[in-house]
């Protein structure tokens, strides 16, 4: 079931790793001695969310007084198609007691895609950013084999990717015997991976994994009941803003960060002769 948070707890959690950047809010202090930087912004394009968001400063030169600006008119420009959508305000009170000029827009951002963000105030000073949301990757498996140690592993090679993904998750899903409805069991996965000339690769060890769910569904180390339907896997990639957040490149007139992440899930099942040699029972009929 999902739950719909009012907008500023929403806003606090798709924009907490961006705001995190800004550490000590440096990078929004409205005062500025660049007489080109119109705003600062930080924000990032999620594929995994309907709404977007994007928190917006106007900044103001050195010695001018401190007055309450004009909101200013944000947009995206889908770059590839010219599609170009108008972002709505909205002020809201931040976990630190400050107000926050957040805007937002429901779309969702396409995988491969660049978007360009646009903050325009009334005297046509205009901040710019652009970013490409990472471009979906497929997912080519292994067959399964046994380790030295003797555990049954399996690699699982993303393609296009060249480094590891931000976040990995895995997710087995099962039937105990007599139950009517699958259920999913999920690990985070830590294994760092390894490049591979197409992509990235990791290593999948079906036979530890195995030990660790009959544990969690308190089941005997030997139980060999509970039936494997497949596997998925769930990864979390983020633009090239990412690995140099302190120092953007891609921020014309203006300062902050403005990147994407795109999450991707890719399912996979065993053949009935690796699901019983790693000690799961075949799905039901």
Same mark, same amino acid.
């Given at each position: 079931?999902?739950?719909?948070?009012?907008? $500023?707890?929403?806003?606090?959690?798709?924009?907490?790793?961006?705001?995190?950047? !800004?550490?000590?809010?440096?990078?929004?202090?409205?005062?500025?001695?660049? %007489?080109?930087?119109?705003?600062?912004v930080y924000g990032f394009l999620d594929t995994a969310a309907d709404t977007q968001?994007?928190?917006?400063?106007?900044?103001?030169?050195?010695?001018?007084?401190?007055?309450?600006?004009?909101?200013?008119?944000?947009?995206?420009?889908?770059?590839?198609?010219?599609?170009?959508?108008?972002?709505? /305000?909205?002020?809201?009170?931040?976990?630190? !007691?400050?107000?926050?000029?957040?805007?937002?827009?429901?779309?969702?951002?396409?995988?491969?895609?660049?978007?360009?963000?646009?903050?325009?105030?009334?005297? /046509?000073?205009?901040?710019?950013?652009?970013?490409?949301?990472? $471009?979906?990757?497929?997912?080519?498996?292994?067959?399964?084999?046994?380790?030295?140690?003797?555990?049954?592993?399996?690699?699982?090679?993303?393609?296009?990717?060249?480094?590891?993904?931000?976040?990995?998750?895995?997710?087995?899903?099962?039937?105990?015997?007599?139950? &009517?409805?699958? %259920?999913?069991?999920?690990?985070?996965?830590?294994?760092?991976?390894?490049?591979?000339?197409? !992509?990235?690769?990791?290593?999948?060890?079906?036979?530890?994994d195995r030990f660790a769910i009959l544990n969690l569904l308190d089941r005997p180390?030997?139980?060999?009941?509970?039936?494997?339907?497949?596997?998925?896997?769930?990864?979390?990639?983020?633009?090239? %803003?990412?690995?140099?957040? /302190? &120092?953007?490149?891609?921020?014309?007139?203006?300062?902050?960060?403005? !990147? &994407?992440?795109?999450?991707?899930?890719?399912?996979?099942?065993?053949?009935?002769?690796?699901?019983?040699?790693?000690?799961?029972?075949?799905?039901?009929?």
């Amino acid at each position: 079931m999902r739950t719909l948070l009012p907008l $500023p707890i929403r806003v606090a959690i798709l924009l907490l790793p961006a705001l995190m950047l !800004g550490a000590c809010d440096a990078a929004f202090d409205p005062v500025t001695e660049s %007489e080109t930087a119109f705003f600062a912004v930080y924000g990032f394009l999620d594929t995994a969310a309907d709404t977007q968001f994007v928190r917006v400063s106007p900044l103001r030169p050195l010695l001018e007084a401190a007055a309450d600006p004009p909101v200013p008119r944000v947009s995206t420009t889908l770059l590839e198609t010219g599609e170009r959508v108008a972002w709505q /305000d909205s002020l809201v009170r931040l976990d630190d !007691g400050a107000a926050g000029l957040l805007f937002f827009a429901r779309f969702r951002a396409h995988p491969g895609s660049r978007y360009r963000l646009e903050v325009r105030r009334a005297d /046509d000073g205009l901040t710019q950013a652009v970013t490409r949301v990472p $471009p979906s990757p497929t997912l080519r498996t292994g067959v399964v084999t046994r380790a030295p140690t003797g555990d049954f592993v399996q690699e699982v090679t993303w393609t296009g990717l060249t480094r590891r993904p931000a976040d990995a998750t895995l997710r087995y899903h099962l039937v105990r015997p007599g139950a &009517a409805e699958a %259920e999913v069991v999920t690990f985070t996965f830590n294994e760092t991976g390894m490049p591979a000339p197409d !992509g990235w690769t990791f290593t999948v060890n079906l036979s530890q994994d195995r030990f660790a769910i009959l544990n969690l569904l308190d089941r005997p180390p030997l139980d060999t009941t509970i039936a494997l339907l497949g596997l998925d896997m769930e990864i979390r990639e983020r633009s090239e %803003e990412w690995l140099r957040p /302190d &120092a953007p490149l891609n921020i014309l007139n203006g300062f902050g960060f403005f !990147g &994407a992440v795109a999450t991707f899930s890719r399912g996979w099942t065993l053949d009935s002769t690796a699901t019983v040699q790693v000690g799961f029972a075949l799905p039901p009929p």
